[in-house]
């Protein structure tokens, strides 16, 4: 006689463990393999450095009045839009969880970045450096009691992806 033949539709002898039970434990295996593949694409997405067009970097001159040294944006158009969209992106895979998906920060994690006079008050390069180093805990100017990671814990990041946080940040101000 044929196992696989059943003529009257019930499951043929394939569809069962040893036991007879059928094969139900490989539905929920089957779904947490697809969201663990979800999920792990969906980080790597977000951490993936953007590629495509290239921003004009911002460039330093003097301030007028025989000031400091200023930071011009690129070339004030598409570029620096380009820029700080893709910052903005990096800053939803990196920035969020301690400042926040609005940036005005997490209490006890990270500064509130819409409003801020330290960004306000730092070259784009200067701010560039201080994300790449990040702020240790012991550091006197930390004032939450929580280190910033250099790169904001994201060490994939390059320093055109921080250059373009930085045009994002620059948007919030």
């Given at each position: 006689m044929n196992d696989s033949v059943n003529p009257e539709g019930a499951a043929s002898p394939a569809d069962h463990?040893?036991?007879?039970?059928?094969?139900?434990?490989?539905?929920?295996?089957?779904?947490?393999?697809?969201?663990?593949?979800?999920?792990?694409?969906?980080?790597?997405?977000?951490?993936?450095?953007?590629?495509?067009?290239?921003?004009?970097?911002?460039?330093?001159?003097?301030?007028?009045?025989?000031?400091?040294?200023?930071?011009?944006?690129?070339?004030?158009?598409a570029g620096d839009g380009e820029a700080a969209a893709r910052g903005e992106e990096i800053y939803k895979g990196t920035c969020v969880a301690?400042?926040?998906?609005?940036?005005?920060?997490?209490?006890?994690?990270?500064?509130?970045?819409?409003?801020?006079?330290?960004?306000q008050g730092l070259t784009d390069e200067e701010l560039v450096a201080f994300i790449e180093t990040g702020r240790p805990?012991?550091?006197?100017?930390?004032?939450?009691?929580?280190?910033?990671?250099?790169?904001?814990?994201?060490p994939s990041l390059s320093d055109q992806d921080i250059a373009d946080v930085v045009a994002f940040l620059r948007t919030l101000q």
């Amino acid at each position: 006689m044929n196992d696989s033949v059943n003529p009257e539709g019930a499951a043929s002898p394939a569809d069962h463990d040893d036991d007879g039970s059928p094969v139900l434990w490989l539905v929920p295996l089957l779904i947490a393999v697809a969201v663990i593949a979800l999920a792990w694409g969906a980080v790597a997405a977000a951490n993936r450095s953007p590629s495509g067009s290239v921003a004009v970097p911002p460039t330093t001159t003097s301030a007028p009045g025989g000031g400091g040294p200023t930071t011009v944006p690129g070339d004030g158009g598409a570029g620096d839009g380009e820029a700080a969209a893709r910052g903005e992106e990096i800053y939803k895979g990196t920035c969020v969880a301690c400042h926040g998906p609005d940036a005005t920060g997490i209490p006890g994690l990270g500064k509130d970045l819409t409003n801020s006079e330290f960004i306000q008050g730092l070259t784009d390069e200067e701010l560039v450096a201080f994300i790449e180093t990040g702020r240790p805990v012991d550091d006197p100017a930390n004032t939450t009691g929580v280190a910033m990671p250099p790169k904001g814990g994201n060490p994939s990041l390059s320093d055109q992806d921080i250059a373009d946080v930085v045009a994002f940040l620059r948007t919030l101000q």
